[in-house]
């Protein structure tokens, strides 16, 4: 009667080892709308363990989807990924295998004296059995329950960073190869420009031999021709930096990876926003954030159980006998049936330990799961920002460069007609090159923004 009541009390003190509540207070709140938003949006389901969608197939450009699809076969940060997912869901079967009952066969030899059922002064025999163990643990309190709970969050979780971790690849896939097209076009942009710069230095030459122009215009030309050629010679290497960069991403070694140029022809899509809810439902690290944390939170319930006790129910099974040859007999039988109460009285603090280990942990979970909710809103704000005043640069721009291009081609007659200096001619031409350059670099930043926006959204988005 005394251990049933004892039993009986640990049952009604079991609600303390459940797994604490969270404070909304310590979530962010989610807006209603974004601020930098243009009205266009659209909704989706929570999905964090899917498939992010061929979101790339929308710049219609097919170099583009092969490297994609050679980075998700070799990319190693998505293997490395994969590989952890497979240790959680280990760990899951690991959990749940706790909470199945225990079958073992065994077989053992003693060579023992002084056996209970032997007279005094009997000399040493050997007790030889073999027979099957069966055990449970009775879970009364939810402790294995609550850690395979955990360890299936823990799982999901990783099954959420995998996809996270393939977006972050190919967006970073994506970024790396429109930014490579941009410097193949600034490349031929500039090397254009070094046989505009030839064809000066070849007038000015001839005016110099008429006697028509001094010397200090030869060596202003060739000072161009010459400065221009260096800043082709500094694309041409950063073009192999974002070569050697892609190989990375795919997996491949940098000396036998090679991109051929070719025009930059990558359509650039308008990616709908959503609303707000959309982004915490879409993006894999904010889910898996969020599983983390409801682990975190099943963690502490299995630390506050430690507190209770633990009943373990033993059955065997088998023959026993000191001489072999009897072994196998059925008066050689032998079996027990038990049960085992463990009950813990003190520990030195061990316990209230684990409880508070816990729960910091879980402290660290839900600030983790705070930052990277407001890190996700911060993202497509950035990015909607920056598409939104890229589109403005962008028309400025194009208005500059026309006016640049006038002005050259009005610099240039009067050159040859003799009624400007050369002077005022290289000037023209340095105006239009620098602001076609600008040019480019703010489309080339109107793609890189795309890409973000999409991978701030959590993916999810076809064309």
Same mark, same amino acid.
């Given at each position: 009667?005394?251990?049933?009541?004892?039993?009986?009390?640990?049952?009604?003190?079991?609600?303390?080892?459940?797994?604490?509540?969270?404070?909304?207070?310590?979530?962010?709140?989610?807006?209603?709308?974004?601020?930098?938003?243009?009205?266009?949006?659209?909704?989706?389901?929570?999905?964090?363990?899917?498939?992010?969608?061929?979101?790339?197939?929308?710049?219609?450009?097919?170099?583009?989807?092969?490297?994609?699809?050679?980075?998700?076969?070799?990319?190693?940060?998505?293997?490395?990924?994969?590989?952890?997912?497979?240790?959680?869901?280990?760990?899951?079967?690991?959990?749940?295998?706790?909470?199945?009952?225990?079958?073992?066969?065994?077989?053992?030899?003693?060579?023992?004296?002084?056996?209970?059922?032997?007279?005094?002064?009997?000399?040493?025999?050997?007790?030889?059995?073999?027979?099957?163990?069966?055990?449970?643990?009775?879970?009364?309190?939810?402790?294995?329950?609550?850690?395979?709970?955990?360890?299936?969050?823990?799982?999901?979780?990783?099954?959420?960073?995998?996809?996270?971790?393939?977006?972050?690849?190919?967006?970073?896939?994506?970024?790396?190869?429109?930014?490579?097209?941009?410097?193949?076009?600034?490349?031929?942009?500039?090397?254009?420009?070094?046989?505009?710069?030839?064809?000066?230095?070849?007038?000015?030459?001839?005016?110099?031999?008429?006697?028509?122009?001094?010397?200090?215009?030869?060596?202003?030309?060739?000072?161009?021709?010459?400065?221009?050629?260096?800043?082709?010679?500094?694309?041409?290497?950063?073009?192999?930096?974002?070569?050697?960069?892609?190989?990375?991403?795919?997996?491949?070694?940098?000396?036998?990876?090679?991109?051929?140029?070719?025009?930059?022809?990558?359509?650039?899509?308008?990616?709908?926003?959503?609303? $707000?809810?959309?982004?915490?439902?879409?993006?894999?690290?904010?889910?898996?954030?969020?599983?983390?944390?409801?682990?975190?939170?099943?963690?502490?319930?299995?630390?506050?159980?430690?507190?209770?006790?633990?009943?373990?129910?033993?059955?065997?099974?088998?023959?026993?006998?000191?001489?072999?040859?009897?072994?196998?007999?059925?008066?050689?039988?032998?079996?027990?049936?038990?049960?085992?109460?463990?009950? $813990?009285?003190?520990?030195?603090?061990?316990?209230?330990?684990?409880?508070?280990?816990?729960?910091?942990?879980?402290?660290?979970?839900?600030?983790?799961?705070?930052?990277?909710?407001?890190?996700?809103?911060?993202?497509?704000?950035?990015?909607?920002?920056?598409?939104?005043?890229?589109?403005?640069?962008?028309?400025?721009?194009?208005?500059?460069?026309?006016?640049?291009?006038?002005?050259?081609?009005?610099?240039?007659?009067?050159?040859?007609?003799?009624?400007?200096?050369?002077?005022?001619?290289?000037?023209?031409?340095?105006?239009?090159?620098?602001?076609?350059?600008?040019?480019?670099?703010?489309?080339?930043?109107?793609?890189?923004?795309?890409?973000?926006?999409?991978?701030?959204?959590?993916?999810?988005?076809?064309?």
């Amino acid at each position: 009667m005394k251990t049933i009541s004892i039993l009986v009390t640990a049952l009604v003190l079991a609600g303390c080892a459940t797994a604490p509540e969270i404070d909304p207070a310590s979530l962010p709140t989610t807006p209603v709308a974004f601020k930098e938003g243009d009205g266009r949006w659209t909704r989706a389901t929570p999905a964090e363990a899917q498939p992010r969608g061929q979101w790339w197939k929308a710049f219609n450009d097919p170099a583009l989807d092969e490297l994609i699809a050679r980075a998700d076969r070799g990319n190693t940060e998505l293997q490395v990924a994969a590989a952890r997912l497979a240790q959680a869901q280990a760990s899951l079967k690991a959990a749940n295998a706790d909470r199945l009952p225990f079958l073992g066969l065994g077989a053992a030899a003693f060579r023992e004296r002084g056996l209970p059922d032997l007279p005094a002064g009997s000399p040493p025999v050997t007790l030889t059995t073999v027979g099957a163990t069966l055990g449970y643990e009775a879970d009364l309190f939810g402790r294995l329950a609550s850690a395979a709970k955990a360890a299936k969050l823990d799982a999901q979780s990783r099954e959420g960073l995998v996809q996270s971790t393939r977006l972050a690849v190919q967006a970073t896939v994506a970024q790396t190869y429109l930014a490579l097209r941009a410097v193949d076009t600034e490349r031929a942009l500039v090397r254009g420009t070094v046989t505009t710069y030839l064809e000066t230095l070849k007038l000015t030459e001839r005016r110099f031999g008429a006697g028509d122009v001094a010397e200090l215009d030869v060596t202003r030309a060739r000072t161009e021709v010459a400065a221009t050629e260096s800043e082709a010679l500094a694309l041409d290497r950063r073009r192999a930096e974002l070569e050697h960069a892609l190989a990375v991403l795919v997996g491949e070694p940098a000396s036998t990876f090679q991109l051929r140029e070719s025009a930059w022809d990558t359509a650039l899509p308008i990616v709908p926003a959503g609303v $707000p809810g959309t982004v915490l439902a879409r993006r894999p690290d904010v889910s898996a954030a969020q599983l983390s944390l409801m682990a975190a939170q099943q963690r502490v319930g299995v630390a506050k159980a430690a507190w209770f006790p633990s009943v373990t129910l033993t059955a065997t099974g088998g023959q026993a006998s000191t001489d072999i040859s009897d072994l196998f007999k059925w008066s050689a039988r032998a079996w027990t049936v038990g049960a085992l109460l463990s009950m $813990p009285i003190f520990d030195g603090g061990r316990r209230q330990a684990g409880i508070d280990n816990a729960s910091a942990e879980m402290d660290i979970a839900v600030a983790r799961y705070r930052e990277q909710v407001l890190g996700a809103f911060r993202d497509v704000e950035d990015q909607l920002s920056a598409l939104h005043l890229l589109a403005e640069q962008a028309d400025a721009q194009a208005r500059a460069v026309t006016a640049a291009s006038r002005t050259t081609a009005l610099s240039g007659t009067r050159y040859r007609n003799g009624l400007v200096s050369q002077l005022e001619l290289l000037d023209a031409q340095r105006s239009e090159l620098r602001n076609r350059r600008q040019a480019l670099a703010v489309r080339s930043a109107q793609y890189q923004a795309t890409v973000g926006l999409v991978r701030a959204l959590g993916g999810g988005w076809d064309a």
